[in-house]
């Protein structure tokens, strides 16, 4: 498969990136071909600004909208690997699925509703978050780690097979506990279309 990895997390130096790293690598021991959009190091600008919803709206694809979505529709399967920042995705990541996961490339309206139109087979998204997983289940708010992207976005707009991965407590962990993890992450590249 062909397959995008979507990365944000600002610090080349976090576990987020070792993830990033290690499912890469089993993606491509798996056999499949990967791009890895790095959205820090690529200093995407997240605001869709009024001028590129007045074109979008009009029917036409502001230039820098279409260079993204050229990637998304490259794929075939998605990743999504970010830090759980006040119960969803970084900003940076929000920003990416306002501009490219666009009415008419994304989804439609339609008299029986929205109909989503993403083909990819597949989407991972693997999400690290510091506090206890006791703590998000006693509060009730484990669902509200992946939903909005999970169901919220991306079966939204057509993507049938969506899993995730919640990594707890990530700064607390030993380095053993890391190791297996990223081990974990490495095996889910390499079994991405199984």
């Known amino acids: 498969m062909r397959v995008l990895i979507v990365y944000a997390h600002p610090n080349p130096s976090s576990f ?3 993830m990033l790293d290690y499912c890469q690598r089993g993606l491509q021991e798996g ?13 995407f600008d997240p605001v869709l600004r ?7 709206q009009t029917g036409v694809i502001p230039a820098k909208i279409s260079h993204e979505q050229q990637d998304l529709l490259w794929a075939d399967g998605l990743v999504f690997i970010y830090p759980l920042w006040w119960f969803d995705r970084p900003a940076i990541l929000k920003g990416w699925f306002d501009h490219v996961l666009t009415n008419g490339t994304a989804f439609e309206y339609s008299q029986e ?3 989503g139109l993403l083909q990819h087979q597949r989407a991972l998204v693997l999400i690290t978050a510091g506090g206890t997983e006791d703590y998000f289940r006693q509060t009730d708010a484990e669902h509200l780690i992946y ?10 707009c057509g993507i049938k097979d969506v899993r995730h991965s919640i990594y ?3 700064p607390s962990l030993s380095a053993e506990e890391r190791t ?3 081990e974990s992450i490495a095996k889910m590249g390499r079994e991405f279309a199984c």
Request: hydrophobic residues 45%; aromatic residues 8%; negative net charge.
């Open 180 to 182: 297996v993890i990223l």
């Open 113 to 115: 509703g929205v109909k």
């Open 50 to 56: 009024a001028t590129d919803l007045a074109v979008l």
């Open 16 to 18: 987020n990136h070792a």
């Open 147 to 156: 939903r909005p992207v999970t169901d919220g976005t991306l079966a939204f």
């Open 168 to 170: 707890y407590n990530v």
């Open 31 to 43: 056999g499949h071909e990967v791009r890895v959009k790095d959205l820090y190091a690529e200093d």
